[in-house]
T-cell receptor, first 114, second 116 residues
Framework: GNSVTQMEGPVTLSEEAFLTINCTYT??????LFWYVQYPGEGLQLLLK?????DKGSNKGFEATYRKETTSFHLEKGSVQVSDSAVYFC?????????????FGKGTLLTVNP | NAGVTQTPKFRILKIGQSMTLQCTQD?????MYWYRQDPGMGLKLIYY???????DKGEVPNGYNVSRSTTEDFPLRLELAAPSQTSVYFC???????????????FGPGTRLTVL
C-alpha cells in the first residue's frame, strides 16, 4: 500500500535560517504529492503540490521538487520567519482508482525563534 | 464561500454516549472525507464519500458511521463513545468541475473530541 515517511521533529530554527524537511514515499502508479501546513488551532491548508515527476511546487517561499528516482518530495525554504511556525505534513494521492484519498506522513512540528 | 464548516468545535462525551459531528461544504464538491488526527500520528482516514448516497470505509472505520444524503452534508456518527476515540476530527472535500480541482482537498477547522 501507499505510505509517506517524513522527518521527525520537532525542528527548532532561528529566524532567517534554512529549512529542509525530508519526505519520501511509497506508492503504486503515479501519485500526486503535497505539502500541507497546520497553524496552531486550525485545520490543514495546502502549501504546495506537484502532480508529476520533476515538477516543482512553490508557495510563500517554500519549494519542493517531485523526484521519482529517489521517491522524495523534500520541503525547503531559504529563510524562515517566526510566522512559519506550524506543523507540516507531506501527503500523496494515488489518483489511479483510489478516489483521491490522501495518505499522510506523521507531521513535523517547526518552531522558529526570533 | 464558507468552504468546509464543522460543528461543534469542542465536545466532551462520557463513555457510552453517542453524538454526530456535522460537516457541510458549499463548494459543490463530489468527494468528502473524514479524518482523525492523533498526536504524532498524522491523519488517518475514517470514511469517505464519492457522491450523495455513496460511502465507503477508510483505514480506521470501527466505531463510526456516516451518511451522505446530499452533496453538501457528510455527518459522522459516533455510537457508544470510547476513550480511544478521543481525537481531533477533520472533514475535507475535493472535486469540482475540472479534473485538476481534484488535486487539492479543502479542510474544515476540526472538532476536538474528548471521551472520559
Amino acid at each position: 500500500g501507499n505510505s509517506v515517511t517524513q522527518m521527525e521533529g520537532p525542528v527548532t530554527l532561528s529566524e532567517e535560517a534554512f529549512l529542509t524537511i525530508n519526505c519520501t514515499y511509497t506508492a503504486t502508479g503515479y501519485p500526486s504529492l503535497f505539502w500541507y501546513v497546520q497553524y496552531p488551532g486550525e485545520g490543514l491548508q495546502l502549501l504546495l503540490k506537484a502532480t508529476k515527476a520533476d515538477d516543482k511546487g512553490s508557495n510563500k517561499g517554500f519549494e519542493a521538487t517531485y523526484r521519482k528516482e529517489t521517491t522524495s518530495f523534500h520541503l525547503e525554504k531559504g529563510s524562515v520567519q517566526v510566522s512559519d511556525s506550524a506543523v507540516y505534513f507531506c501527503a500523496l494521492s494515488d489518483s489511479g482508482g483510489s478516489n483521491y484519498k490522501l495518505t499522510f506522513g506523521k507531521g513535523t512540528l517547526l518552531t522558529v525563534n526570533p | 464561500n464558507a468552504g468546509v464548516t464543522q460543528t461543534p468545535k469542542f465536545r466532551i462525551l462520557k463513555i457510552g454516549q453517542s453524538m454526530t459531528l456535522q460537516c457541510t461544504q458549499d463548494m459543490n464538491h463530489n468527494y468528502m472525507y473524514w479524518y482523525r488526527q492523533d498526536p504524532g500520528m498524522g491523519l488517518k482516514l475514517i470514511y469517505y464519500s464519492v457522491g450523495a448516497g455513496i460511502t465507503d470505509k477508510g483505514e480506521v472505520p470501527n466505531g463510526y458511521n456516516v451518511s451522505r444524503s446530499t452533496t453538501e452534508d457528510f455527518p459522522l456518527r459516533l455510537e457508544l463513545a470510547a476513550p480511544s476515540q478521543t481525537s481531533v476530527y477533520f472533514c475535507a472535500a475535493t472535486g469540482g468541475r475540472v479534473p485538476s480541482s481534484y488535486n487539492e482537498q479543502f479542510f474544515g477547522p476540526g472538532t476536538r473530541l474528548t471521551v472520559l
